[in-house]
C-alpha cells in the first residue's frame, strides 16, 4: 500500500486529458482541477488500483470519471466500466455526470444507470446497446451479471464509490461477486471520505498494492468567510430566517443535527414565504429525487438537510451554508463549510452556536487555521459584532 502526494497546480491539459473531455470541462464551469482530480488523474491513467480519499465536494467523482473516458475503446461495443454507489441519488447523480460529460463534448459514449426499484425489463432492453459504463446499485448489478444480461469479460474498471459504506455487512459480499466476474486484470478504484477499519481489510486482500491517494489536509479554502452567531437554542431558527431575508442567498445549503430539526426549521420558513426543500434520510426515494431536483433547477432556494441524507451528494453554486448547530468536531465543520466557495467562487459559511457551544469556534480557528467573526441580524441587516 503506497501514499502519494500532491503534484504542483496544473491544468486539465496537462493531465493528458483529451481536447474533448477539456471542452466538455469547460462548459460544466470546470477549468482547473482540484486538488483530488490533480494527483488520482496520472495514477489511475496508468491503471493502478487506487484508493480517492477525500471530502465530499471535492470532486472525486470527476477524478476517476475521466481516466475512465479516456480509456474507452468507444469502437468497442462493450461493458467497460462498472461504477458503483450506495444510494439511488448517488448512482443519478454520477450517471448524470457521464451523460454531461458525453453531450458537452460531443463524445459518443453510452451509460446505463441500473438501480432497483426501476422496473428491470426497460433495463434488459437497453442493455442490449452495449453500454460503455454501467453505473448502479450493487445488488441490481450483481442480480444482471448472474442472469448473464450484463457482460463483465470485457471491463477494465470497477470503481467503489462511498467505499466505506459499501464495503461492510451484506454488500461486501455483492461487491466481491461483481469483481470475480470482471477480467483479473480490472482496475479498482476506491473513493471514500473516510477509511474505516473493515473497508480497508478488503481493499488489500483484493487489490493488493492500491495507492492511498489523499491531497494534504492543510489545503483550506480561503475563498470562504467563515462567521458565527451566539443565540440561545429555541432562536436558532428565527435568526436563520431572519438571514436568509437580510443575505438574500442565491442558494443556500442549511445543515441541522437531526432530521426533527430539519423539519421544524422547514416548516417554519415555508411558513413565511422562504422556498426552501427538505432532504431527509428518511424521505421515500421520489420525495428525496423531488428536493434535489427542486434545489438544483433554482425552483428552492434554501434546502434544509443534516448530514447523513446531504452525504456524497454534491450541490454546484452553493453561495451560502449555514449550521443550525455547530459541528462537535472540527473536520465535520470544514465538510459542511466546503459545500460552498466551490471552483473559484466565493462562499459564506455561518453557525449558530448557544453560549454552551461557543467554545467550539475558538477549536475550529487553532485547529483548521481559520477566522470565524461574530455577526449578528437586526432590522434587516447582518452586521459584525464588535
Do not use: W
Not at 48 to 77: M, N
Not at 80 to 101: F, G, K, N, S
Amino acid at each position: 500500500m503506497a501514499e502519494d502526494t500532491p503534484p504542483a497546480a496544473t491544468t486539465f491539459t496537462d493531465l493528458a486529458l483529451s481536447p474533448e473531455l477539456v471542452k466538455a470541462l469547460a462548459k460544466q464551469g470546470a477549468t482547473e482541477p482540484t486538488p483530488i482530480q490533480a494527483l488520482a488523474i496520472p495514477h489511475l491513467l496508468k491503471g493502478e488500483h487506487g484508493v480517492l480519499s477525500a471530502e465530499t465536494g471535492t470532486g472525486k467523482t470527476l477524478a476517476y470519471l475521466l481516466p475512465i473516458f479516456t480509456q474507452l475503446d468507444l469502437g468497442l461495443r462493450a461493458t467497460q466500466a462498472i461504477v458503483l454507489a450506495p444510494t439511488h441519488e448517488l448512482a443519478i447523480q454520477i450517471h448524470r455526470q457521464c451523460t454531461d460529460l458525453s453531450q458537452h463534448g460531443n463524445i459518443p459514449m453510452r451509460a446505463l444507470l441500473l438501480i432497483g426499484g426501476s422496473p428491470i425489463d426497460r433495463q434488459l432492453i437497453k442493455l442490449r446497446f452495449k453500454p460503455h459504463i454501467v453505473v448502479g446499485s450493487p445488488g441490481r448489478i450483481e442480480d444482471l451479471i448472474r442472469m448473464g444480461k450484463l457482460k463483465a469479460n470485457s471491463v477494465r474498471t470497477v470503481v467503489v464509490d462511498e467505499a466505506d459504506r459499501l464495503l461492510v455487512g451484506e454488500t461486501r459480499g455483492t461487491i466481491k461477486s461483481i469483481m470475480r466476474a470482471t477480467p483479473k486484470k480490472t482496475q479498482h478504484v476506491y473513493a471514500s471520505a473516510t477509511q474505516q477499519g473493515e473497508a480497508l481489510e478488503y481493499m488489500q486482500a483484493v487489490s493488493p498494492g492500491f495507492t492511498t491517494l489523499k491531497p494534504s489536509e492543510d489545503a483550506v479554502n480561503t475563498d470562504i468567510t467563515h462567521a458565527f452567531v451566539v443565540c440561545e437554542p429555541r432562536d436558532r431558527i428565527p435568526v436563520l430566517r431572519k438571514m436568509l431575508n437580510a443575505m438574500q442567498p442565491e442558494r443556500a445549503l442549511v445543515f441541522a443535527q437531526d432530521n426533527a430539526l430539519a423539519e421544524r426549521a422547514a416548516l417554519q420558513l415555508d411558513h413565511h414565504g422562504i422556498a426552501v426543500a427538505e432532504l431527509s434520510a428518511d424521505f421515500e426515494k421520489m420525495d428525496r429525487k423531488q428536493a434535489m431536483d427542486d434545489f438544483r433547477s433554482g425552483r428552492v432556494q434554501v434546502l434544509l438537510a443534516s448530514d447523513m441524507a446531504a452525504r456524497g451528494l454534491d450541490f454546484p453554486g452553493v453561495t451560502h451554508v449555514f449550521n443550525l448547530d455547530a459541528p462537535m468536531q472540527p473536520r465535520a465543520y470544514l465538510h459542511r463549510s466546503g459545500r460552498t466557495g466551490r471552483a473559484g467562487q466565493k462562499g459564506v459559511c455561518i453557525t449558530m452556536v448557544t453560549p454552551d457551544t461557543e467554545r467550539l469556534i475558538k477549536r475550529y480557528e487553532k485547529d483548521l487555521g481559520i477566522t470565524l467573526v461574530q455577526v449578528d441580524v437586526r432590522e434587516g441587516k447582518v452586521y459584525e459584532v464588535r
